[in-house]
């Protein structure tokens, strides 16, 4: 409603309302619904310091908020699912860290127990490197007896949740040291 609006009462024109409305003047004067400010405003307290800024409530702003309601939640469940992806893929990859090592490592002990036991018993070196990766976890995928220097495959077949199974081979060789003269 404008401050030149007329009223209309029993058929006669009265004189403008305009000293009980509010004019606008700045963008800080009182509206029609009382002494609230519109715009941009500072908060002072009792005490006469100011508070904070704030933008007063309008309907267009109120249309806003009501659009946007519950978009937050929706971003913090979007980023949830993200972090959870993003865990899930750092925890299979460390997964598979730790089977590459598991392979490597039991594939050098049980070159270096074949080829121990190469030196005194060629035939039954292959069956100590087996009893060995099967203490380790693994299974021995070959074994190769050539003088005193034993070659030994080793394989562990994991499980991903994603990218499904897999099997992973280690590879080592194990003999004597020759020592140059020097």
Do not use: Y
């Not at 495959?153 to 499980?159: E, G, H």
Request: charged residues 20%.
């Amino acid at each position: 409603m404008s401050p030149r609006v007329l009223l209309a009462v029993g058929g006669r024109n009265l004189q403008p309302l305009r000293r009980l409305l509010p004019t606008r003047r700045d963008n800080n004067s009182a509206t029609r619904h009382g002494d609230r400010p519109r715009g941009r405003h500072r908060s002072v307290s009792k005490l006469g310091e100011a508070t904070s800024f704030h933008r007063s409530i309008t309907p267009r702003t109120r249309m806003i908020k009501h659009k946007e309601r519950g978009s937050a939640t929706l971003w913090g469940v979007a980023l949830m699912g993200l972090l959870m992806a993003v865990a899930g893929g750092l925890a299979s990859v460390g997964a598979v860290r730790v089977a590459r090592h598991r392979v490597d490592s039991a594939a050098d002990l049980s070159a270096l127990a074949a080829a121990r036991a190469a030196i005194v018993d060629p035939e039954g070196a292959c069956g100590r490197a087996a009893a060995l990766a099967r203490r380790n976890g693994v299974r021995l995928a070959a074994c190769e007896i050539t003088g005193e220097i034993a070659d030994v495959r080793t394989s562990l077949s994991i499980t991903l949740p994603i990218a499904g199974a897999h099997t992973l081979t280690g590879r080592s060789r194990a003999g004597p040291v020759t020592m140059s003269p020097g």
